[in-house]
T-cell receptor, first 115, second 115 residues
Framework: KAGVTQTPRYLIKTRGQQVTLSCSPISGHRSVSWYQQTPGQGLQFLFEYFSETQRNKGNFPGRFSGRQFSNSRSEMNVSTLELGDSALYLC??????????????FGPGTRLTVL | AQSVTQLDSQVPVFEEAPVELRCNYSSSVSVYLFWYVQYPNQGLQLLLKYLSGSTLVESINGFEAEFNKSQTSFHLRKPSVHISDTAEYFCAVSDQAQGAQKLVFGQGTRLTINP
């Protein structure tokens, strides 16, 4: 089975622009979660989607949003980019959000640089 | 809310020496614990997990971790490290709120193996 794929792998944007990142989960997985990784804050949970519905959301401003499509692919969008949004954005998929026991499988990430 | 503390940000060891990466979590209620590894320029890979049962869990590449409820710890150990173990290691606890799960990560421990 192919793993979690994320596109693009690298992205450079300027302040004020918006960006959309894409994530394709492992085939059959219906839950997708997004995380932000920075040197200062470490790994922080952004949100989780299951069956096209946001089930859980981390403590991020409204500029960060996401959605999930019927084929379980997910996108996240960041509007009005700030320098502090520079980070590695990781997507993870799991079979179902049946609870805490379901293993999440991570993609390679999208490295976003905001200039 | 759950929190995770990784006590060492960097651990340098010599090849073939033993290593222990320390992890403490905050909650005393039932928890699910994970260790993930991140190799340079890659996403996270699950190393091992504790869900229930035996408090000692092992990975296929020689790492093991022991769940200690009284000390709220989940330290990762390997009796003899290899150069290829050089990576960043993240301890995580699954936090469940309103039926949805998310992973709460520690700040990471960078393991450097010297020849």
């Amino acid at each position: 089975k192919a793993g979690v794929t994320q596109t693009p792998r690298y992205l450079i944007k300027t302040r004020g622009q918006q960006v959309t990142l894409s994530c394709s989960p492992i085939s059959g997985h219906r839950s997708v979660s997004w995380y932000q990784q920075t040197p200062g804050q470490g790994l922080q949970f952004l949100f989780e989607y299951f069956s096209e519905t946001q089930r859980n959301k981390g403590n991020f401003p409204g500029r960060f949003s996401g959605r999930q499509f019927s084929n379980s692919r997910s996108e996240m969008n960041v509007s009005t980019l700030e320098l502090g949004d520079s980070a590695l954005y990781l997507c993870a998929s799991s079979l179902e959000p049946t609870g805490a026991t379901d293993t999440q499988y991570f993609g390679p990430g999208t490295r976003l640089t905001v200039l | 809310a759950q929190s995770v503390t990784q006590l060492d940000s960097q651990v340098p060891v010599f090849e073939e020496a033993p290593v222990e990466l320390r992890c403490n979590y905050s909650s005393s209620v039932s928890v699910y614990l994970f260790w993930y590894v991140q190799y340079p320029n890659q996403g996270l890979q699950l190393l091992l997990k504790y869900l229930s049962g035996s408090t000692l869990v092992e990975s296929i590449n020689g790492f093991e971790a022991e769940f200690n409820k009284s000390q709220t710890s989940f330290h990762l150990r390997k009796p003899s490290v290899h150069i290829s173990d050089t990576a960043e290691y993240f301890c995580a606890v699954s936090d469940q709120a309103q039926g949805a799960q998310k992973l709460v990560f520690g700040q990471g421990t960078r393991l450097t193996i010297n020849p």
